[in-house]
Structure formats: C-alpha cells, structure tokens
C-alpha cells in the first residue's frame, strides 16, 4: 500500500524532509512504519516514543492499522512560553 508521510518540526530535521511516500506491506501498522523509519534512521528511534500520530487528520494509537492512501503525520512535543 502507498502512504504519505508528514514530518513536523524535529522530525522533519531529523528525516531531512517534511513530506515522503512511502510503500508498507497490506496490513501494517503504525508501529511498523515507525520500525522502518527507524531502520533507516535510527534517531528516530529515541524520537519516536514521544510523538504524537496522526493518520487522516485524526491522532491514533500506534497500533492502528494503516490504509492505501493514508496520510500520517509525526507531531512532536510543542512546548512555548
């Protein structure tokens, strides 16, 4: 299946990029995207736990079960003063 990936703030810092289609096997999860981004960049790994998940402009849990067409964005902690 086909997604698009949004990246905000830190993240799209650390992925280089604020936007990216990605390709997950039938049945994958949100854990699983977050798997293979981190095999490929692992930082993201100790970014990952404290993001919040969206998918269709709805936040998820990571569990959830992702759609052909899906867009997912990766919101990190916004803090401000």
Known sequence: MNIKVLFFASCRDLIGTGERKMTLPDGATVMDLISELASEQVRFTDLAPSLMVSVN????????ELQDGDEVAFIPPVSGG
Do not use: P
């Open 57 to 64: 402009q709805a936040y998820v849990e990571r569990d959830s």
